[in-house]
């Protein structure tokens, strides 16, 4: 998961989506790459856990947390509270590259990575280091968002990283009576779709939910599955799902 913007709401998407996998039957792991602002710990009601290191064939490993049946690893598991994680480039890629080959995932269909925004040092790293299927880029309605997002486009596209699809968040709010009112504009998704050729895979209401399921550790899409936003998740995973059962056919 990526963004070319901060604050588009990606570690939020990131933690439904994985959680719209896990209810399609599927074993899901989430890595929280974004080392200066760990907020996946949080939203799925981790907190300061105690992460421990075990003995495997491969020499020493770290054993990953696990929260509603998803495992999780993430710098806000080790770092203390509150504390800035002021890091250079070439900590930042120690770090991630250790997370990549340094934990014991065990069997797993889906490994989520949730990126800084941007396309600097953690983008890098991760290309470079592991084996990407595909990248997924997280938006809001807005030009200014898009047009960051263009850029993380091409640059997975030059380093040749598919770009899955696109999923456009704070689509719309919608009202006590069901009306629809687009907070942030409307558009910027399928404008952008079109014109990169990347599926739009789906539009996130603007639900204040979502954001409490964020703060309590209690992932909306899990607590209640029926909710409209909850739903749109739901139907992303049944289309990745898809995606990857078409290419292993393929293969």
């Known amino acids: 998961m990526s963004s070319g913007k901060g604050g588009v709401g990606k570690s939020t998407t990131a933690v439904n989506l994985a959680a719209a996998l896990k209810l399609t039957g599927a074993k899901v792991g989430l890595l929280d ?3 200066y602002g760990p907020n996946v710990p949080q939203m799925l009601g981790l907190g300061q856990s105690e992460v421990t290191v075990i003995d495997t064939a491969n020499g020493q ?4 947390l696990e929260a509603h049946g998803i495992k ?3 710098v806000g598991l080790l770092a203390e509270p509150d504390h800035p994680l002021a890091w250079r480039g070439p900590v930042l890629h120690k770090i991630i590259t250790q997370f990549i080959h340094d934990v014991e995932w065990g069997e797993l269909d889906y490994l989520l990575i949730d990126l800084p925004p941007g396309t600097g040092d953690a983008q890098i790293t991760i290309v470079q280091e592991s084996p990407i299927c595909g990248v997924i880029l997280v938006t809001t309605p807005q030009q200014v968002a898009v047009a960051d997002v263009r850029r993380s486009i091409y640059m997975f596209r030059q380093v040749g990283v598919p770009v899955l699809g696109i999923i456009e968040n704070m689509s719309y709010f919608i009202g006590v009576n069901g009306e629809e009112t687009a907070i942030f504009g409307s558009g910027g998704g399928e404008k952008l779709s079109n014109e990169l050729q990347a599926p739009l895979l789906g539009k996130i209401p603007l639900d204040p939910r979502i954001c409490n399921g964020g703060d309590t550790g209690q992932p909306l899409t899990l607590v209640d599955s029926s909710t409209i936003t909850s739903q749109v998740f739901i139907h992303i995973a049944t289309a990745l799902e898809a995606t990857f059962l078409a ?3 393929y293969l």
């Open 61 to 64: 490993k770290f054993l990953p």
């Open 33 to 35: 790459a974004d080392v």
């Open 72 to 74: 999780v690893m993430s």
């Open 247 to 249: 290419f292993s056919s």
